[in-house]
């Protein structure tokens, strides 16, 4: 069944928790779409995967190549549906989730900075339409540990 999670980010830097997710997320078999709003941004977040961390390799691609159908996790910008056929989203800096979009997932991922006001503020309004049809549980990083903060069932 889908499930939303919302990461509102901290200490933790983003690539980092974004290597996280996925590569649990790819270990399930699923395929990833990681959705921002700007080209730039994901270009710069695709070059701090690559980077990794410690010996950890974690498969993807920047989409626009001719392989986007074949990568386990695809850097997008924009609305869906990614061409790698996503069974998991991620959603970064205030991309759009639809909520028909996120209930055919298994997972969606909206990870947000909470020191930033309009930030914030999309956050909850994700809250707001995606409880609804979806179980959904809210995380914050405090002083570099994720403590589950919200939890609530559809409807």
Same mark, same amino acid.
């Given at each position: 069944?889908?499930?939303?999670?919302?990461?509102?980010?901290?200490?933790?830097?983003?690539?980092?928790?974004?290597?996280?997710?996925?590569?649990?997320?790819?270990?399930?078999?699923?395929?990833?779409?990681?959705?921002?709003?700007?080209?730039?941004?994901?270009?710069?977040?695709?070059? $701090?995967?690559?980077?990794?961390?410690? @010996? !950890?390799? *974690? &498969?993807?691609? %920047?989409?626009?190549?001719? =392989?986007?159908? /074949? #990568?386990?996790?695809?850097?997008?910008?924009?609305?869906?549906?990614?061409?790698?056929?996503?069974?998991?989203?991620?959603?970064?800096?205030?991309?759009?989730?639809?909520?028909?979009?996120?209930?055919?997932? $298994?997972?969606?991922?909206?990870?947000? @900075? !909470?020191? *930033? &006001?309009?930030? %914030?503020?999309?956050?909850? =309004?994700?809250? /707001? #339409?995606?409880?609804?049809?979806?179980?959904?549980?809210?995380?914050?990083?405090?002083?570099?540990?994720?403590?589950?903060?919200?939890?609530?069932?559809?409807?």
């Amino acid at each position: 069944m889908a499930q939303a999670l919302f990461y509102q980010l901290g200490a933790s830097p983003l690539a980092a928790l974004v290597a996280t997710l996925a590569t649990r997320a790819l270990a399930q078999g699923w395929r990833v779409e990681l959705r921002g709003t700007d080209r730039a941004r994901m270009e710069q977040l695709d070059g $701090q995967l690559w980077l990794g961390q410690g @010996d !950890g390799f *974690l &498969p993807h691609g %920047l989409c626009g190549g001719p =392989a986007d159908a /074949r #990568q386990p996790m695809l850097l997008t910008h924009g609305k869906g549906p990614a061409a790698n056929t996503p069974m998991a989203l991620m959603a970064i800096d205030a991309a759009e989730v639809d909520p028909a979009e996120a209930a055919a997932l $298994q997972r969606v991922w909206v990870i947000f @900075d !909470g020191a *930033l &006001p309009e930030a %914030l503020e999309h956050a909850r =309004a994700q809250w /707001r #339409q995606l409880s609804e049809i979806l179980p959904a549980q809210y995380w914050s990083d405090v002083g570099g540990r994720w403590e589950k903060k919200a939890e609530r069932a559809p409807g």
